[in-house]
């Protein structure tokens, strides 16, 4: 299991939560995002920067994330892709993405 992280909007606060979870259970975290981020002191914390433009970090997330990971988004769309595959998408306040609440605008039929 890895955590995934849409990195360009999500809080500072909600990262750092996640970095102490990934330490004390020993999960990778990979943030992705179109920009240079701050250096990590852990080797389970990987930034991935990918090129500037429309969804290029949602569409990077959508490629790589594997139905057993876990994405945090505030991207409806990501997240529903990532449901979509049969993976676990949260908000950065912990709620999560489902085909049923009321968040969901299922841009796809897969």
């Not at 606060?13 to 996640?18: F, T």
């Not at 259970?25 to 090129?51: G, R, T, Y």
């Amino acid at each position: 299991m890895k955590i995934w992280i849409d990195a360009d909007a999500c809080p500072r606060v909600i990262k750092e939560i996640i970095f102490r979870a990934s330490e004390r259970l020993n999960l990778p975290v990979l943030l992705v995002a179109n920009k240079s981020m701050s250096k990590h002191n852990s080797e389970l914390i990987e930034s991935i920067i990918v090129a500037d433009g429309f969804d290029v970090a949602d569409d990077y997330i959508a490629e790589h994330a594997s139905p057993e990971d876990l994405v945090i988004t505030a991207d409806i769309p990501l997240a529903a892709r990532i449901v979509v595959i049969g993976g676990v998408a949260l908000d950065p306040r912990g709620e999560r993405y489902t085909e049923e609440n009321k968040c969901w605008r299922a841009p796809f039929d897969a």
